[in-house]
């Protein structure tokens, strides 16, 4: 184990490289959780639409994307899609990383619109509005308060889960961690820094959704 004073020093003396991998890593991880929001909910309205043929696309969508490891899905998009085009490792990254995400996303969309009382939508059929301006107006509003919460802890997840475009060689917050531990051999070091990284943006995304949440409650 690293001393305190090598540690404190270590992690002053790498501030700076530390933080362009942290700017990085929040990049990644906003990105991916922009398009993974819009995947999801998509991918949640085709599950509630009524129509067989496209509830079962969003079925297979999710079942393929939850039951294989997101690592397997990186390498896929970025070593398979290569063979065909160039991408660029942080879109690739992203790429997957919205892909599985809006996986999760999607079932958490599904189970909060379908909470709301059908009585909503009858009252905006009622008043003359179309079954898509009352998803618009009245059930999707609703229903993503009632989302939040487990969309905060999807949106940390997947920041988690961004540790692993490392191993595509994007220099976010773990590659750098692994790269300079093994140049210097002091692995213990360094991971213990990126864990203080990770915690600082994990502390970060969890006040921005608690704060999103209480305007929401102070709107209602």
Same mark, same amino acid.
């Given at each position: 184990m690293p001393t305190f004073s090598h540690f404190w020093t270590t992690l002053i003396d790498t501030r700076s490289i530390f933080f362009d991998a942290m700017i990085v890593t929040l990049q990644l991880t906003v990105v991916s959780i922009l398009l993974g929001v819009v995947i999801g909910l998509v991918f949640a309205l085709l599950k509630i639409s009524g129509v067989k043929p496209l509830g079962w696309l969003s079925d297979i969508y999710v079942y393929l994307i939850r039951g294989t490891p997101l690592i397997v899905q990186i390498f896929i998009l970025y070593f398979g899609m290569s063979n065909i085009? @160039?991408?660029?490792?942080?879109?690739? &990254? =992203?790429?997957? *990383?919205?892909?599985?995400?809006? &996986?999760?996303?999607?079932?958490?969309? +599904?189970? =909060?619109?379908?909470?709301?009382?059908?009585?909503? &939508?009858? &009252?905006? +059929? =009622? *008043?003359g509005m179309t079954a898509g301006l009352?998803? +618009?107006?009245?059930? @999707?509003p609703q229903a993503f308060r009632r989302a939040l919460?487990? *969309?905060?802890n999807q949106f940390i997840i997947g920041l988690k889960d961004s540790s692993l475009a490392a191993f595509i060689s994007m220099n976010e917050l773990f590659n750098i961690a692994t790269t300079y531990g093994s140049n210097n051999f002091d692995e213990m070091t360094y991971l213990l820094i990126v864990a203080i990284y990770y915690l600082i943006l994990v502390l970060l995304l969890t006040v921005a959704v608690n704060l999103l949440e209480r305007k929401l409650r102070t709107s209602d």
């Open positions: 085009f @160039l991408i660029p490792d942080f879109w690739a &990254a =992203s790429i997957a *990383l919205a892909v599985h995400n809006g &996986a999760y996303i999607a079932e958490i969309f +599904r189970g =909060s619109i379908q909470s709301i009382e059908k009585g909503q &939508a009858e &009252a905006g +059929r =009622s *008043l009352t998803m +618009r107006r009245i059930i @999707l919460p487990p *969309l905060g």
